[in-house]
């Protein structure tokens, strides 16, 4: 499809969007064939990607994707001056890193390495909503009339969009689209921040979560899926050369994973799925050196089933606590102390769930001595979090130990 053919058809896609009709057969299967044909150009950059991420830090994780469907039609009528040609993201790569220092050293590479075209650059200045990352966007080495995007971000700022997605979906929200919602636009805000914030600041986000039961939908969303995912990872471990992953959240909030030998077969199941699935959110991705942590850090708002805000939420609240006993302000002490206790007996009803289930698996007959082990260790260390928490020895000082030592009644 040339370029002018491909704006051709972005514009009859706006008319049926603008109309709230739904896009012809015939345009959809057009905008597949677009998608797809992307497949060569991201390729051949993600090859080179990886390799160079790799030379800047060997924890790097790169991944490929090509733009969904749903978010194709979406940025098509939400930027009606956009020709679909010009959409420099149709195809991306993705590399996560666990420092700002290893970025800015790959930020230079990939210089050096591509054409580039133009940047955006949201680590000197964060846009407005707290999102910080480096956004590339280079001509193929197939074909200089189309661009890819890299995007270059630190694992905490990747866990902070993560976030974002992960709130739209469990409030059936589109904030990452544009849509406006001051208390959730404010949560990630502070949340972006969560090292800098004031005391007040840090009230003001944990109130926000308590008004709209956060660290609660959270928990009962990654207990339903946490023992599932496991297990449907444990059964795709077997599969030795299955490199593409469709990674689905269905309209009952429960995760899904399938993998693929073949990048076309891969599509080809994409594509069905966005014809024959309403309300669901899925990605079709392709990971370097895939394991189920690497998973789960790059697809968190998919695999969902965990996040760093659970134990931010224990972090920032310690802070809370330890202010008012200084200040001796009994009543909001006392409120705050409850939602601690509630919220630690939902962590550790996800804990004593995956204990009985690894208990069980032991005794499979299609026991995996790998994937178990990968379960245990990650189960380990936040069984070891979940023990200092309830010792105390997550707070600064002494005084808020004893008081932690006496909400969970020195378990």
Not at 119 to 135: C, F, M, P, T
Not at 220 to 232: A, P, R, S, T
Request: charged share 30%; net charge neutral.
């Amino acid at each position: 499809m040339t370029k002018s053919q491909a704006n051709k058809l972005g514009k009859s896609l706006r008319r049926n969007l603008n109309a709230n009709e739904v896009p012809t057969s015939e345009c959809l299967n057009n905008l597949q064939e677009y998608r797809t044909s992307f497949k060569d150009d991201v390729s051949s950059v993600f090859e080179k990607l990886a390799i160079l991420a790799k030379e800047t830090r060997k924890d790097s994780i790169s991944s490929f994707r090509i733009k969904r469907i749903e978010s194709i039609l979406s940025k098509i009528k939400r930027e009606p001056t956009m020709a679909l040609g010009n959409m420099g993201d149709i195809a991306g790569c993705r590399v996560l890193l666990y420092s700002e220092f290893a970025l800015k050293k790959l930020i230079e590479k990939i210089h050096l390495q591509f054409d580039v075209k133009y940047v955006n650059d949201y680590l000197e200045n964060s846009k407005e909503d707290g999102y910080r990352g480096y956004h590339i966007y280079i001509y193929s080495p197939n074909n200089n009339s189309r661009l890819i995007e890299i995007q270059l971000r630190t694992i905490e700022s990747h866990k902070w969009a993560s976030m974002v997605e992960i709130i739209d979906i469990l409030f059936n929200l589109k904030i990452k689209e544009g849509q406006t919602h001051k208390e959730f636009e404010r949560f990630h805000l502070l949340f972006a921040n969560k090292k800098n914030l004031s005391l007040n600041e840090k009230k003001e986000l944990i109130k926000i979560d308590i008004k709209h039961n956060i660290h609660s939908k959270l928990n009962e969303v990654f207990i339903k899926n946490h023992l599932k995912i496991w297990n449907e990872w444990i059964n795709l471990n077997k599969k030795e050369d299955s490199n593409y992953f469709i990674i689905e959240v269905d309209e009952n909030k429960t995760s899904n994973i399938i993998s693929f030998d073949s990048y076309e077969i891969a599509e080809s199941s994409y594509f069905t799925k966005f014809k024959e699935s309403k309300n669901s959110h899925f990605v079709l991705t392709k990971i370097e050196k895939s394991n189920f942590k690497r998973i789960c850090i790059a697809y968190a708002s998919y695999v969902l089933i965990k996040h760093d805000y659970l134990e931010d939420w224990t972090l920032i609240t310690n802070d809370i606590i330890d202010d008012l006993i200084e200040k001796k302000e009994r009543e909001e002490l006392i409120f705050f102390s409850k939602h601690i206790y509630r919220n630690m007996g939902e962590q550790i009803e996800l804990i004593e769930s995956e204990l009985q289930e690894i208990k069980d698996y032991q005794n499979n007959e299609g026991f995996d001595y790998n994937a178990w082990t990968e379960w245990l260790q990650e189960l380990g260390a936040r069984l070891q979090r979940i023990k200092e928490i309830y010792k105390g020895e997550t707070a600064k000082n002494e005084r808020t130990k004893n008081f932690l030592y006496k909400i969970f009644g020195g378990q």
